[in-house]
């Protein structure tokens, strides 16, 4: 028996980069996917890559900052599949680096919105739900920036930062009901939509990029989906309020 096998998990951002890695590994295990984002075209475009080599899918339309578009997610997981065991709220946005006085509230707003309060509003509504059929793994999406600062960028510094509290917390909350909560903190990662709106084709940026860790080139979208889908397997029974660093050595130094 594959190790997924007949388990849900819903995936936010999973249309893309580290989202699509993972729902395509998971699917490749057994699991029932749910892909959760803004995007109609590369959504069902994952789906039909993971219905074309037998898996189970389906694209829910969701922006995570909205409460009532993550409640629907949750109840058409709930419609489709009967239940839902593991969780990936990994959707999250970039700020574009410039000045603080150049800052507005509303690019304050846009980030918090959907990098924090979209995680908030998937543990809040996928934890009842989990509840019902006996537990639950889910894994948050933070950054290396959630334990280390980058100048120019500091309402996504202080939004991934928050990310690794609201784990920490909810953790600590549903630790004796069988439901656990852990992070992946991800240096850069390339084939991204997060490193292409960033560096685009700008090759010395890229390069200095890679060179800023120490193992000297960026991670593949797989390399983080093998931890993430660590994470939610019960290989890491034991691992809750986790923060997990994948960042080629960068925070070491
Ligand atoms: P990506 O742009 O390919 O994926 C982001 C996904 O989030 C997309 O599917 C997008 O549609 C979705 N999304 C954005 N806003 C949304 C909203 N309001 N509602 C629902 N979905 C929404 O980039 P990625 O790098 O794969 O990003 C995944 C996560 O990884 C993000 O949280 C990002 O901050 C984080 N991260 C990325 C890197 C990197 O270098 N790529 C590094 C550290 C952390």
Redesign the pocket.
């Known amino acids: 028996m594959r190790q997924f096998e007949n388990k849900v998990a819903v995936i936010?951002?999973?249309?893309?980069?580290?989202?699509?890695a993972t729902a395509l590994a998971l699917a490749n295990m057994g699991a029932a996917i749910v892909i959760?984002?803004?995007?109609n075209t590369?959504?069902e475009q994952v789906v039909e890559n993971i219905k074309a080599t037998g898996g189970k899918a389906v694209f829910v339309k969701?922006?995570?900052?909205?409460e009532v578009?993550v409640k629907n997610l949750i109840e058409k997981t709930l419609k489709t599949f009967g239940r839902l065991d593991l969780a990936f709220n990994?959707?999250?946005?970039?700020q574009t680096p410039m000045p603080l006085p150049e800052q507005t509230e509303a690019l304050y707003q846009q980030v918090m919105?959907?990098?924090v309060k979209?995680v908030w509003l998937c543990l809040k509504h996928q934890i009842p739900a989990m509840l019902k059929s006996g537990g639950g793994s889910i894994v948050n999406?933070?950054?290396?920036?959630g334990i280390i600062a980058f100048a120019t960028i500091p309402i996504?510094v202080a939004s991934?930062h928050a990310v690794v509290g609201l784990t920490k917390a909810v953790a600590l909350e549903y630790a004796r009901n069988n439901i656990r909560v852990n992070v992946i903190?991800?240096?850069?990662?390339?084939n991204?939509?997060?490193?292409?709106?960033?560096f685009g084709d700008n090759q010395a940026s890229i390069e200095w990029a890679k060179s800023i860790h120490p193992i000297g080139r960026?991670?593949t979208?797989e390399e983080?989906a093998n931890a993430v889908v660590f994470m939610l397997s019960d290989k890491s029974g034991f691992l809750t309020g986790h923060s997990m660093v994948v960042d080629g050595g960068y925070t070491a130094g």
């Open positions: 936010t951002g999973g249309s893309s980069g580290i989202g699509k959760a984002s803004r995007n590369t959504g969701t922006d995570v900052s909205e578009q990994n959707a999250g946005i970039e919105d959907i990098n979209g999406t933070s950054s290396f920036s996504y991934k903190l991800p240096g850069s990662v390339e991204t939509g997060t490193f292409d709106r960033s960026l991670a979208p983080i």
